[in-house]
């Protein structure tokens, strides 16, 4: 049975109306599908109140995006025959980071985090760097969603590369959830914003390939690009009506995390 996983990398610091647009939006939205926020720490000082009336919904998972929205790793993003070198944040910064957005879950919502996405995804995830799992893991992160590029540093990243445990790594409780596909920032930058059907029309594409394999979806998407010139959201309302057609597993990302576990032991 395939599995849809749709998570939100909340992430617009210093645009309180943007994440509350949102986090309205999303409210009615997933009345009756899980989904999982991936919150900056800054927004959830920016917006506590307002996160917390979702805090006790089912519906809602609250993971972390780091504290200030700085890169685990470094990308070295090839697009269009020009490479750019964005820097990862020096290693002693990490779990400051990490750390501070952890506690920030559980003092506002009395949450422990178990999840992270590293902002802007990288090519293999933390596969490479089993010194920042060993920080992640201290601080009691067990799954990530960090592997979300190609092999230029860019995407789609192949629906084939499904999630993994980092055990070569030492670390075997601890689960890599890739973001598939191209995330929307990316398709929409290149195909036009206002090209919402076009959008629609590729995520379709992309449930019917892993519907039709069983495989899992990991969809990347962003509070500010869910709203933008889709204020209704109905990209998101159409890939759930189309999932629940096909018979897909809708899930947050720690309750897949969390029965992967259970099967696998």
Not at 114 to 133: H, Q
């Amino acid at each position: 049975m395939s599995t849809l996983l749709i998570g939100y990398d909340v992430e617009s610091m210093g645009k309180p109306e943007v994440v509350r647009e949102f986090l309205t939006k999303a409210e009615e939205v997933h009345r009756e599908h899980p989904c999982t926020f991936f919150l900056v720490g800054q927004v959830i000082e920016e917006n506590a109140r307002e996160l917390e009336r979702l805090a006790g919904n089912p519906s809602f998972d609250f993971q972390q995006h780091t504290y200030s929205h700085k890169l685990l790793k470094t990308v070295c993003m090839e697009r269009d025959g020009e490479i750019t070198v964005y820097p990862g944040m020096p290693f002693a910064e990490i779990e400051d980071e990490v750390g501070r957005t952890c506690e920030l879950l559980m003092r506002h919502f009395g949450k422990e985090c178990l999840g992270i996405t590293g902002p802007w995804a990288y090519y293999r995830g933390l596969s490479d760097r089993p010194d920042i799992l060993e920080v992640l893991h201290r601080l009691g992160i067990r799954f990530t969603r960090t592997w979300g590029r190609d092999e230029h540093d860019f995407q789609p990243v192949a629906f084939e590369v499904q999630p993994f445990r980092y055990a070569p790594q030492g670390f075997g409780d601890m689960l890599e959830v890739p973001i598939h596909g191209w995330q929307d920032v990316y398709w929409r930058d290149i195909n036009g914003w206002e090209n919402v059907e076009g959008y629609a029309e590729y995520l379709l594409e992309c449930l019917d390939y892993a519907a039709g394999r069983g495989l899992v979806w990991s969809h990347g998407t962003h509070d500010w690009s869910s709203v933008r010139n889709d204020p209704e959201m109905s990209l998101i309302r159409t890939i759930l009506s189309a999932a629940d057609r096909r018979n897909v597993a809708i899930k947050s990302y720690s309750q897949y995390y969390l029965e992967r576990m259970e099967e696998d032991r």
